[in-house]
């Protein structure tokens, strides 16, 4: 009873902050924006007056989407056209539930694991619910009645299943050192210590599966330099036929896969809740030192830590969409098979043999 | 045909779209986007930078961004800018104009209307008893201004939103023209402004 109600309040903190998050990453995405162009970004937006830098812009965005008109295409497939936009937000919510974002939460006697699901696959829990966006796209193209929207659909179609393969075998090295698929394994895994000093994080162990695996998870949420499947500028894409909050799920769900890819990036190779020589007891560090904390300043440490790796990477997938130029669809798609695949074997096969040597 | 070897052409015979080759170092793509990544962060953090201490006051004087944020803060105006028209005064309050036509003569767009009239003043020739200026067909050249041999029209007003909802009412009648102009664009009080005797 007491861990149903345990698992059901952190289910729904999580939702909430993931939720919370992605309106304010709406925020942050035009701020930072404005300000890496040297502009100053939506800041009309007030309440009475008050205008507190924009920060009711997410709001005035909610309701203007609540109140624009739910068009369904004539022709097109009610049921598919109302079940996409759920299918794009739905596994992005999910794939959060196998993340930890902080170790085991001790009170009195009772010992909470800070991640809704400890599931032994989480792994391929994320790869799978990965997939699964492919048919929100697909089928927001396909059910729209527009021939655009199709073609949207379908170039989303192509470039994710291509890069799926390349997610999935980027990560293949990782898997390989720390040996085994549960992310709370792997991230225990990364608090080693390598050579003595240097934190055993992902990316230490693993330099080409972390280069390979960025813009693989970025061409796979569909974000600029890859975002050919919307290509709002110039290429039509394939929620053209959607409006209103149907449209918002959709823009919602990218902001959420923001997040939870960056949690990701935290979490397989950035040691994820971990902060370095900082272990249950305390700090210990490598040349003696010991500073001994209380367990709630730990957790704090570590909730902290999962936090601030979480927002440089949202900082960085939004700095990387506002820099670079959109890739052409055969580059895109020449730099998945001809690119990145390869390369992802080579690391597959140099790790083998560093674990076998070591 | 002989065949063209377009990258060794003379350079005005070049084709305007030349495809850079790319080396090894370009391929490899991470360099070079970690350069590009470098010079936005560098715009990030500089701008941050100046954000964050402007909300503590300091560094006032320091722009975080290059763009004016348009009701409450106004471009600079240039004194030589072409505003909204007015017509200038004489130390009565009366009109300066003495309804001479030249500036309806020559203005392009034939905006200018005016009517003549005698003017109480016997000492006075004429004066306008209409004067208005279509300002929808204006097209802000300036001609009027040069033409006028008693300064009586003058585009220093600074005055640029110049809009309304009623096309009727972009009409401007001489009392309009005449007025005050109060507000952030109003146009200087001395007569002649001070920059012209230097």
Redesign the interface.
């Given at each position: 009873m007491l861990e149903t109600a345990i698992t059901l309040a952190k289910i729904w903190g999580v939702l909430i902050t993931l939720v919370g998050l992605a309106a304010i990453m709406t925020w942050v995405e035009r701020k930072?924006s404005?300000?890496?162009?040297?502009?100053?970004g939506a800041?009309r937006a007030d309440v009475f007056g008050i205008r507190l830098i924009g920060l009711f812009q997410p709001m005035a965005d909610g309701l203007k989407m609540f109140w624009k008109e739910d068009f369904i295409p004539p022709r097109g497939d009610k049921f598919l056209h109302t079940l996409a936009p759920i299918l794009a937000f739905f596994p992005a919510l999910v794939i959060f539930a196998v993340i930890p974002f902080g170790d085991v939460l001790r009170i009195g006697s009772l010992e909470i694991p800070l991640q809704i699901a400890d599931l032994n696959v989480g792994y391929l829990f994320i790869l799978a619910f990965g997939g699964l966006t492919i048919y929100g796209t697909v089928i927001a193209g396909w059910s729209s009645n527009n021939k655009f929207s199709l073609l949207g659909g379908l170039r989303a179609a192509a470039q994710m299943i291509s890069y799926e393969v390349c997610v999935g075998l980027s990560l293949v090295g990782l898997i390989m050192v720390f040996g085994t698929l549960e992310l709370d394994a792997i991230v225990r895994g990364q608090n080693e210590l390598l050579f003595g000093f240097l934190p055993k994080w992902g990316i230490f162990v693993q330099p080409l599966g972390f280069?390979l695996f960025f813009p693989a998870v970025i061409a796979e949420t569909k974000r600029v330099p890859f975002d050919l499947p919307e290509g709002e500028s110039e290429i039509i894409g394939y929620y053209t036929e959607y409006s209103g909050m149907r449209f918002g799920l959709f823009y919602f769900a990218e902001f959420i896969e923001i997040i939870v890819m960056a949690a990701l990036f935290g979490t397989l190779y950035f040691g994820g809740y971990n902060v370095p020589y900082l272990y249950a007891e305390g700090f210990r560090f490598p040349w003696g030192a010991e500073w001994n904390l209380p367990h709630l300043v730990v957790v704090f440490l570590q909730i902290g830590s999962f936090f601030i790796k979480m927002a440089f990477f949202c900082w960085l997938q939004v700095?990387?969409r506002?820099?670079?130029p959109r890739f052409r669809y055969d580059q895109l798609m020449k730099?998945c098979w001809t690119?990145i695949l390869p390369l992802a074997v080579l690391n597959i096969i140099l790790t083998g043999l560093v674990l076998m040597v070591v | 045909m002989p065949k063209v070897d377009y990258k060794n052409l003379p350079v005005n015979y070049q084709t305007s779209v030349q495809k850079a080759e790319m080396g090894l170092w370009e391929k490899i793509y991470y360099p070079e986007v970690i350069r590009g990544l470098w010079i936005t962060t560098g715009h990030f953090m500089r701008n941050m930078t100046v954000h964050t201490l402007h909300l503590f006051g300091l560094a006032k004087d320091k722009r975080g961004a290059v763009t004016y944020q348009y009701p409450e803060e106004r471009r600079p105006i240039h004194r030589r800018y072409r505003g909204r028209h007015r017509l200038t005064k004489k130390d009565d309050g009366s009109e300066r104009c003495t309804a001479c036509m030249l500036c309806e003569t020559i203005c392009p767009t034939n905006c200018i209307y005016i009517v003549p009239e005698e003017h109480p003043d016997p000492t006075v020739e004429k004066h306008p008893a209409r004067y208005e200026i279509d300002i929808l067909r204006c097209c802000f050249c300036g001609y009027c201004v040069e033409a006028c041999p008693c300064d009586a029209i003058r585009m220093d007003t600074s005055v640029v939103e110049i809009a309304n909802w009623d096309r009727t009412k972009m009409v401007f009648k001489k009392e309009y023209l005449m007025a005050d102009i109060e507000g952030p664009g109003a146009p200087p009080k001395d007569d002649p402004p001070e920059w012209w005797l230097k």
């Open positions: 930072q404005a300000v890496m162009q040297d502009r100053l800041n280069l700095l990387i506002w820099t670079l730099l690119g | -």
